[in-house]
Nanobody, 121 residues
């Protein structure tokens, strides 16, 4: 069984910073792409940032220059440093990872339960 556990969400004033973490654990042979998504009520989940095993990154236009994703492969953990936060960044953030478990022949998608980020104006 595989788990993704997020932490680091909370309440911050506009212009402030937060750092999210997501640690993968369990029956893990290999992790491919990892990333952060967010979802506002009534809207589709959208990609915020993603990072490959080799460290290549991809960001949503709305967060470029403000958010930074990084990864520690040894710890099976990704981080999202969020600076210059805006009220419109107020949503639930979800961690995602493509994971191959021991004994499996392909990667499968796994999701964390989400962490709430609230930015007050």
């Amino acid at each position: 069984q595989v788990q993704l556990v997020e932490s680091g969400g909370g309440l911050v004033q506009a212009g402030g910073s937060l750092r999210l973490s997501c640690a993968a654990s369990g029956n893990i042979f290999s992790i491919n792409l990892m990333g952060w998504y967010r979802q506002a009520p009534g809207k589709q989940r959208e990609l915020v940032a993603a990072i490959t095993r080799g460290g290549s990154t991809n960001y949503a236009d709305s967060v470029k220059g403000r958010f930074t994703i990084c990864r520690d492969n040894a710890k099976k953990t990704i981080y999202l440093q969020m600076n210059s936060l805006k009220p419109e960044d107020t949503v639930v953030y979800f961690c995602n990872a493509e994971i191959m478990e021991f004994g499996a022949v392909r990667y499968t998608d796994h999701w964390g339960r989400g962490t709430q980020v609230t930015v007050s104006s």
